[in-house]
T-cell receptor, first 115, second 114 residues
Framework: EAQVTQNPRYLITVTGKKLTVTCSQN?????MSWYRQDPGLGLRQIYY???????DKGDVPEGYKVSRKEKRNFPLILESPSPNQTSLYFC??????????????FGEGSWLTVV | SQQGEEDPQALSIQEGENATMNCSYK?????LQWYRQNSGRGLVHLIL?????REKHSGRLRVTLDTSKKSSSLLITASRAADTASYFC??????????????FGEGTQLTVNP
């Protein structure tokens, strides 16, 4: 079954404690992306990756890091989380970078609360 | 700012009625996509309409695209309680030097009352 899997699904953490949200897809997709969703702001792209070892900033990259060492995984790293990073996070993937017409597949979301 | 902006922000209708949601955008696009999101869940792709298409159907869904007005509409006919969800438009626009980028609007919350 085609899937984008995120972990953890729910996390409460404290300010400054580094955390990683993992994302894995089993569709051999080249393109992967992270979004955050906040009330009244819709989905905003954090980072994206066109392929292995190729990543770039989205609209709201501050406070986040990513890596793409292998095709299937695209972890999101919060080196020093702050309360304004409390949000619902989605990982997504699609077939290719030049994805005009490609469907985006989303993970189920990770609820992150930073206190 | 968001490329796609949905209107209305919230819509409440009775089962069996039609629901229409609109999306406006600002720049030229390759295609426009509509997604659905059940509360707290991931988004699911519904339908894609290319920039050279004016109308597309999929089951009870009908999407129109007017590139001169930079707008699209999603019509759900004969709505059901199970259609209750948030609906997002996403514009797929060219990004130089190659490739494209999908940008989401803020969504329309649809409630279908039994």
């Amino acid at each position: 079954e085609a899937q984008v899997t995120q972990n953890p699904r729910y996390l409460i953490t404290v300010t400054g404690k580094k955390l990683t949200v993992t994302c894995s897809q089993n569709m051999n997709h080249e393109y992967m992306s992270w979004y955050r969703q906040d009330p009244g702001l819709g989905l905003r792209q954090i980072y994206y990756s066109m392929n292995v070892e190729v990543t770039d900033k989205g609209d709201v990259p501050e406070g986040y890091k990513v890596s793409r060492k292998e095709k299937r995984n695209f972890p999101l790293i919060l080196e020093s989380p702050s309360p304004n990073q409390t949000s619902l996070y989605f990982c997504a993937s699609s077939l290719s970078w030049a994805h005009s017409g490609n469907t985006i597949y989303f993970g189920e979301g990770s609820w992150l609360t930073v206190v | 700012s968001q490329q796609g902006e949905e209107d209305p922000q919230a819509l409440s209708i009775q089962e069996g009625e039609n629901a229409t949601m609109n999306c406006s955008y600002k720049t030229s696009i390759n295609n426009l996509q509509w997604y659905r999101q059940n509360s707290g869940r991931g988004l699911v792709h519904l339908i894609l309409i290319r920039s050279n298409e004016r109308e597309k159907h999929s089951g009870r869904l009908r999407v129109t695209l007017d590139t001169s007005k930079k707008s699209s509409s999603l019509l759900i006919t004969a709505s059901r309680a199970a259609d209750t969800a948030s609906y997002f438009c996403a514009t797929d626009a060219r990004v130089r030097p190659s490739g494209s980028r999908l940008t989401f609007g803020e969504g329309t919350q649809l409630t279908v009352n039994p």
